[in-house]
C-alpha cells in the first residue's frame, strides 16, 4: 500500500514540477517545448518504474482470477479518466477559441448571436461527449 502511494505521488511530481517551473521561468523561445518533454520523460519514466514494482512478482493460479479482475477494474478507470479528461481539455481549447471569435462577431453585428451560441456549444458539447465514453466504458 505504501510503494502505491509514493509511486502516486512520484506521478503527480512528475506533471506539477515541469509545469511549475515552465509557469515560473522567463517565457523563452523552446522552454514549453523542454517542460514537456521534460514532462513526458517524468511521467512515462514513472509509469514504467511503477509497473515494474508494482506488477513484478510470482502469481499463483489461484490468484491469477483476482488479479486479472483488479488489473482489467484499474485499465478501466484509467481509460474512463482520460477520455474524460481529454476531452475535456480539448473542449477547453476549443471553447476558448470559438468564444473569442463570437464575441469579436457579436461586437460587430448582434444579429448573429444564434450562430455564435451554436459554434460556442458544439465546442461544449465534446466535453460531454467525453463523457458519455467513460461512462459506457465503466458500464
Not at 515541469?18 to 515560473?24: I, Q, R
Not at 444564434?114 to 458500464?139: Q, R, W
Amino acid at each position: 500500500m505504501t510503494t502505491k502511494i509514493i509511486f502516486a505521488s512520484i506521478l503527480i511530481f512528475s506533471i506539477v514540477i515541469p509545469f511549475g517551473v515552465y509557469l515560473f521561468s522567463e517565457k523563452k523561445k523552446g522552454s514549453f517545448i523542454a517542460a514537456l518533454g521534460f514532462n513526458i520523460l517524468f511521467f512515462f519514466g514513472t509509469l514504467i518504474i511503477a509497473d515494474i514494482f508494482l506488477f513484478g512478482g510470482k502469481i499463483s493460479a489461484a490468484e491469477a482470477d483476482a488479479v486479472t479482475n483488479t488489473a482489467e477494474s484499474g485499465w478501466k478507470y484509467m481509460a474512463a479518466a482520460l477520455s474524460t479528461g481529454l476531452s475535456c481539455i480539448g473542449a477547453g481549447i476549443a471553447v476558448a477559441s470559438a468564444a473569442s471569435s463570437a464575441l469579436g462577431a457579436l461586437s460587430e453585428d448582434s444579429s448573429i448571436m444564434g450562430k455564435a451560441l451554436i459554434f460556442v456549444a458544439l465546442a461544449e458539447s465534446i466535453a460531454l461527449y467525453g463523457l458519455l465514453i467513460s461512462f459506457t466504458i465503466l458500464g
